[in-house]
């Protein structure tokens, strides 16, 4: 637990910092299609469920405090 | 009692971003490098753009005249004997005039070009990618690219090396059948031209036509009445007063390119994407489609820019030109 307390959700800004990068770059040539394919699509999910995870260990502490 | 360390901020916020950056390189090598990798361990060579009589092309009518149907509609633009000009080309095959014109004022004022373009037939109207082949990201320099292909007249086209998905042809080879999110221009065998904007399209019929070239990149500018589009499907990034380069249709046989000059003050400044369709709404075209334009846009003729790239221009992935066998021994 002290472990998902720490490390995820640095590890979710990470992600979350990746995927606008990756927005970003897309907007400027679309043709390279990196908003297609499974990397950015995995990406995403993973960013998506450590944003859930986070969210529920920081709502749990909330509730016992 | 032990002191609990903990790691300062700034250190904190430095891994993070290390961290977003690696995941970056990750996807960005999973997208880009592999497909890159692979091309270039088993390079695909693309179909030479030698003109052929293409099966489905319109037989000459059955009166005795051995010209095509297009050399015969089009009688008054070609000639028996070659003619090479400064801007312009006229053979029994093929005829091209380029103009330089102007478009808007002051200093929005660009400058762009227009090749009116008649073929005898469809196979004069081709295609060439970088050094002759489908690796990722390899371009070519536009001039060496129209010596080796022999072209009497190219632009840039969609920048095909760059493309990691799409419905891509060239040459009435396929290179990809993806769903792409880019309205299409599809070049049929018995030369129309058609756009289609993403989404509308149904592969299985554009395949059952025979096409020669299908184009990916887009938007395409023009309604199916020929009037300007009142949105279009371009990025923000790319919707600015830019350099461009487009490909416009009449009816089968005749075409036209235009390429618009930009990014230069005092010379030109570009044009938007609207704009860009209201020069071919103005021509009287029934089709138009954007290619790749910024430092892509270019127009060479008889081996000669006619376009003023900015900033040099850089290296193509490919090219769309028109060519004749043995032209340039008249030349």
Do not use: C, E, L, S
């Given at each position: 637990m002290k472990l998902i307390r720490t490390v995820l959700p640095n590890l979710c800004i990470a992600m979350t910092l990746a995927l606008v990068t990756l927005l970003i770059l897309d907007s400027f040539n679309p043709l390279l299609g990196l908003l297609r394919g499974w990397p950015f699509l995995i990406l995403s999910l993973l960013d998506a469920a450590a944003a859930i995870i986070c969210a529920a260990v920081l709502y749990g502490d909330s509730r016992r405090s | 009692m032990k002191e609990k360390k903990t790691i300062p901020l700034l250190n904190v916020v430095s891994l993070d971003l290390m961290l977003a950056a690696l995941i970056v390189a990750l996807v960005l090598f999973l997208r880009m490098g592999v497909p890159l990798l692979e091309s270039r361990a088993a390079p695909r060579n693309t179909p030479a753009p030698t003109p052929a009589p293409i099966p489905t092309a319109q037989a000459a009518e059955p009166t005795g005249d051995p010209r095509s149907e297009w050399q015969i509609r089009f009688a008054e633009h070609f000639s028996a004997e070659t003619e090479i000009g400064e801007r312009s080309y006229r053979s029994e095959n093929v005829s091209i005039e380029i103009e330089t014109l102007q478009f808007g004022e002051g200093i929005d004022a660009s400058v762009y070009h227009v090749a009116d373009i008649y073929l005898g037939s469809p196979e004069f109207f081709q295609t060439y990618t970088a050094n002759g082949r489908m690796v990722y990201f390899e371009t070519q320099p536009v001039e060496e690219m129209a010596a080796d292909s022999h072209a009497i007249l190219c632009i840039s086209g969609d920048f095909l090396t760059y493309q990691t998905s799409g419905f891509l042809m060239r040459n009435g080879e396929f290179y990809r059948q993806d769903t792409p999110l880019n309205d299409l221009c599809v070049l049929y065998a018995d030369g129309v031209m058609e756009t289609y904007p993403a989404?509308?399209?149904?592969a299985q019929q554009i395949i059952e036509r025979s096409p020669r070239q299908i184009w990916s990149f887009g938007p395409a500018l023009l309604d199916a009445e020929g009037h300007v589009l009142g949105k279009y499907n371009v990025s923000t990034a790319v919707s600015y007063p830019n350099p461009r380069s487009a490909v416009g249709y009449y009816e089968p046989g005749h075409y036209c390119f235009v390429v618009v000059d930009g990014r230069q003050e005092g010379y030109s400044h570009g044009v938007t994407v609207p704009e860009l369709a209201r020069i071919f709404e103005e021509l009287g075209c029934k089709a138009a489609y954007n290619l790749d334009g910024g430092g892509s846009a270019v127009m060479v003729f008889n081996h000669e820019r006619v376009s003023r790239q900015s900033n040099g221009g850089r290296a193509l992935g490919d090219i769309l030109l028109i060519t004749e066998p043995g032209w340039e021994e008249e030349a």
């Open positions: - | 989404g509308t399209y149904d």
